[in-house]
């Protein structure tokens, strides 16, 4: 049994023994390499290609043998497959430690379960699922292996140091007590509907297997023509801007009010189509007080709707992507990478806040990904982006799209994953898959 094996396996166990990588081995000793497999090599897959070479990739999967070329000139030695699931069932023979999955949205809860199930360590690109009970079953699954795998969601934003500064500030009461926070992103890419069939999909794509467990729609080449902004508004391929920036910026909400999944959820936004998701929503929640807050109220707003600006001279339209919180001594306005406070008020002297010292500030995260390969080798390492953390995020963002189809503001219960005061809102909460495919395989 290979070491990593061994260490795995006593992880498993629970024997909660671990020998620090890098005391035995060296941290890059061939047998402290992960075998890591890439399944969706093209596109955002390559961005992962420097953090993953320096480990061992064992398999490669893609849909398009022409991408797939592309994974194999990098990493020759690695096994290739078309289909997943047949890599999945590989594990064993391959000797697989970990996957990084980097395909289209509507595949993501599948391979994550598939991952988790067969005690894989899995990064998975964002959105971690594109409805609520995808959301809810991977989580499940994720909290009987949490502290044994490692997991991580691609938010790698998360690692940007205004992420600790934006928390901090919260925390420390820059804007007093928090009483709101409303994100927004506003990219708009309108479609009508599913593209009409437009030839045969080329001898080198198997658009079957990209449909995976979607329904069947007629092939068009614009589908896979240009990566993820071509098909995730679809409702059978994504989930719009909520799964694509919406999973970014919300981070950075997130990442700064310690939120669990809300009580309630009401949007409203463009006329519902039943092919594509709504450019143009805004969606509300409540969430319950912690142990550092009172109760908060989050709001989403994408495609034009936008948070009124706490002042006339603050244009928020100017900032693409960003987070507006609202305190009881004054606001904070937040960007990816930057920030300013505006406390109310005449005096607006701030002498409630007391700003902590150097010593003090959160620590860097660092890589994002070599954040996850780290904990993949000792799983007792925490991830910023789990599929907890992740997982109740995102679960919180695709309930909004639920409150939009329902048209009414919906009761919550996160505990069971119902709509308690519109029993027919939770039609929405899943979708259909084709056979063949199971979601918790
Ligand atoms: N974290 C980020 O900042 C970031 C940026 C861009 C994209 N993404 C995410 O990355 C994912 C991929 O986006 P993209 O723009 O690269 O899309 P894409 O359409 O280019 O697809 C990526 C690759 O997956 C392959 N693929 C498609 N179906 C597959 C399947 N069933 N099995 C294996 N391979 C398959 C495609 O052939 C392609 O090579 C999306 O989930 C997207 O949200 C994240």
Known sequence: MQRRE?????????????????????ANAPSNKLNIALIGVGGRGRAHYDSIATENVAALCDVNEERLAIGVKRFPQAKTYSDWRKLLDDHKTLGLDAVVCCTPDHHHAFIANWCLNRNLHCYM??????????????????????????????????????????????????????????????????????????????????????????????????????????????????????????????????????????????AKGDKFNPDVTPVECESHFEHPANSWRGPLKTSWYQGGAMPKSPKEFIDLNKIDHGVLFKGSQGFLVASFDTHVVLPYGKEADMSYYKPRTKDKLLPPLGHFQQQWIDACKNPSLKTACDFEYSGNMIEQLLLGLVAYRAGKKLAYDGATGQVTNCPEANAFLGRKYRDGWALNG
């Open 6 to 26: 061994f260490m795995r396996n006593a992880a498993l166990a629970g024997a909660g023994l671990l020998i620090a990588p890098s005391g035995l081995f060296g």
């Open 125 to 266: 690109e964002k959105p971690l699922a594109i409805s609520v009970a995808e959301a809810r079953t991977v989580r499940a699954n994720w909290l009987t292996k949490k502290g044994k795998l490692a997991t991580q969601v691609g938010m790698q934003r998360h690692a940007l140091s205004n992420f600790n500064r934006v928390r901090e500030l919260i925390l420390d009461g820059a804007i007093g007590e928090l009483k709101s926070a409303s994100a927004w992103g506003n990219r708009q890419i309108r479609r009508d509907g599913y593209l009409p069939a437009q030839g045969e999909p080329p001898k080198t794509l198997n658009f079957d297997l990209w449909l995976g467990p979607s329904p069947v729609h007629a092939f068009n080449p614009e589908y896979v023509a240009g990566g993820c902004l071509k098909w995730n508004m679809f409702w059978d391929f994504g989930a719009g801007q909520i799964g694509d920036m919406g999973s970014h910026t919300m981070d950075l909400l997130w990442n700064a009010v310690d939120a669990t999944l809300p009580t309630s959820a009401e």
